[in-house]
């Protein structure tokens, strides 16, 4: 499996500090490298020359073999194509070490220059090209201390195959530090993101909810108290006696408390969740089962619908997504039913899935890991707090059905009659 390419060496800008100065000290390195055989050649020459004795190396082609070198390793590290293609720097490799055999060829001191050739091919190549690299190199920088040495000894192996070896450790140990680095760096990148959508998911909750406390308390008090008011309103103005004084003030203050009421009911309409904003309570319900993205959902309504108060909307649209979302996240099932009924006394809500189904007495949902989920509970407490009941049926293997039942308000005119 090729290796995450990190470009520390030939690229000509580093992604961090540490790779910068890695890389110029490669080439510093290099240089001084380089610099080492054709200066001492050149002061060979030189002494041989003022002392008339025999000189051998042939400082010329050292000097050249040097300045070769040098040259092919700087248009490597200028050239973008070395560090966006491994064909390239594969190429380029090659190049540079045909220059450097020449070099070795005609001066021993050329086999230092055997190092930071290891690093390249180990930066440069996967690991299966990169290690045979590396030891042909180690393997060429022996040959050339027996060939230009008289002697031979144990250093002269152990040498170039201990750098090949600490070449190997510091690179391969690098590219892994780098790699988890950059594991570690996309995971608080990721958690950084997700906290930022959980704050606003937190603030979009806190939103609705505070909507929907407003739009219950307008309802519970302020709609209630103008609906009875009108209501003894209009009881007054009956019990007048015909051409009263106080009948066209009675009949102004109930038209008053009337448009009020309207007023109200407007105010909680505005403040109901997004879903009831479009229509009906069996509006959105249908909505939601066409916008399912898991199991095919089917509504249906039964009896005669009639309008609800909002907390009884909001409880019964927000039982019908939670139980939704269930079904689309643990239950893996193919179909599911959304069913709303309205009977004399009563409007239930059933939500029924062919799923795997669960435990109910286990606290949570089959497959789930970690600690029971708060669905359900939120669920039978959204219905215990307006009267209702709330029930669970399933078992392993057969499906879950959740079923939400809330008692009808009395008619307005049934409150009438009573004042």
Known sequence: MPRTRTNVLPTATAPVPVARTLRLC???LLAGLLALPAVKALTGAATAHATHAPHTTHPAGVVAAALLMAAVYTAGTLSPAVAASRRVAAWWLAALAA???VLLALSPDGLWAAFPLYFLQLHLLPVRWALPAVLSTAAAAIGSFLVHSSRVT???FIGPLLGAAVAVVTVLGYEALYRESERRRE????LMATRAELAAAERTAGTLAERER????IHDTLAQGLSSIQLLLRAAQRALPDGSAAAPHIERARAAAQDNLAEARRFVRALSPPGLERGSLAGALERLSASSTGPRVRFSLSGTPTELPTPYEV???RVAQSALANTVRHAEAA???ITLTFMDASVTLDVVDDGRGFDPAA???AGRTGSPGFGLPAMRARAESLGGTFTVESTPGQGTAVAISLPLPLPARSEEAAA
């Not at 995971?187 to 990721?190: A, G, N, P, W």
């Not at 407003?214 to 308390?217: M, P, Q, Y």
């Open 214 to 217: 407003l739009a219950r308390e």
């Open 99 to 101: 220059a450097w055999l």
């Open 26 to 28: 490669l080439h510093a």
């Open 315 to 317: 409880a019964l649209l």
């Open 154 to 156: 144990p250093g002269s």
């Open 363 to 365: 606290g949570g949902t």
């Open 187 to 190: 995971l608080i990148d990721e």
């Open 335 to 337: 179909r599911a039913e």
